[in-house]
């Protein structure tokens, strides 16, 4: 890809109808996970340049405390936030909220990238792990796929597809942001190697209004991360052995 391209990515793209906010606002009480790769920066009041108290590690959580009334908003390579009040470890003080995240991080190593930074495996494990299914499976079979879905107490679905050789993981996640989704998958990763390529990789689309609205990962499984019309994040990864094998039956045949 285009190293110019994935540095900018800056492609409008009008997206009508949806509900989704940039800004969430985070309960009082609420736990985040830090999901900055190099730290979170804790400072004495709101803004880059105000005092540092301490640089919170990746993967630490804080907890939100009441927030003000108006509250600085920033955004920092295509990351949306506002400076909020947290506690953290005996100190109080104000983090940018962009590199906060509800989602839980991984925690296991079959949660991370085992080859060719294919994520299917990782996401599908990461849902078993942290989201817990209410009901029983939705399973839909036709002459042409089977697809299989799963709802889940948060409100999140969990969509698996397999056509032929084909196989498509959609996750409809309700309440977070099109970041979140990004940093989660981003935290699956295994290397400095790895999260450079899945950066390089990334395409930003957002709309007229310079909103971020959707997020093209071009790896050879492709990632796709969007807004719904109804404001939640739709992760999909889609397999390319069906490609593949196509490309191999080419080969034989010449």
Same mark, same amino acid.
């Given at each position: 890809m285009n190293k110019l391209a994935s540095i900018i990515a800056i492609i409008v793209l009008w997206v009508s109808g949806t509900s989704a906010t940039t800004y969430p606002i985070f309960e009082e009480g609420q736990q985040l996970f830090v999901v900055a790769q190099s730290g979170l920066?804790?400072?004495? *009041?709101?803004?880059?340049?105000? /005092?540092?108290?301490?640089?919170?590690?990746?993967g630490e959580v804080v907890q939100i405390l009441q927030p003000d009334s108006i509250l600085l908003k920033e955004n920092i390579n295509w990351v949306s936030g506002q400076w909020i009040p947290v506690h953290y470890d005996g100190h109080i003080g104000y983090v940018f909220d962009g590199y906060l995240s509800p989602l839980t991080l991984p925690s296991?190593? !079959?949660?991370?990238?085992?080859?060719d930074l294919d994520l299917i495996y990782p996401l599908e494990s990461w849902v078993g792990v942290h989201l817990h299914a209410i009901g029983g499976q939705d399973t839909v079979t036709t002459d042409y796929y089977d697809q299989v879905t799963q709802s889940y107490e948060s409100g999140d679905q969990l969509t698996r597809m397999n056509a032929g050789n084909l196989y498509k993981l959609k996750l409809n996640l309700k309440d977070v942001r099109i970041m979140d989704a990004y940093h989660l998958l981003k935290s699956m990763l295994n290397d400095k190697y790895?999260?450079?390529? !899945? *950066?390089?990789?990334?395409? !930003?689309?957002?709309? /007229?209004g310079s909103e971020l609205k959707r997020i093209k990962i071009q790896l050879d499984n492709p990632v796709d991360i969007r807004y719904t019309s109804s404001g939640d994040v739709l992760v999909t990864i889609t397999s390319q052995e069906y490609e593949c094998d196509l490309l191999s039956e080419v080969s034989e045949g010449e």
């Open positions: 920066s804790l400072r004495t *009041e709101p803004g880059s340049h105000q /005092e540092l108290i301490t640089i919170i590690p990746y296991y190593s !079959f949660e991370k990238t085992q080859s790895e999260i450079d390529h !899945f *950066e390089r990789s990334s395409l !930003f689309l957002a709309d /007229e």
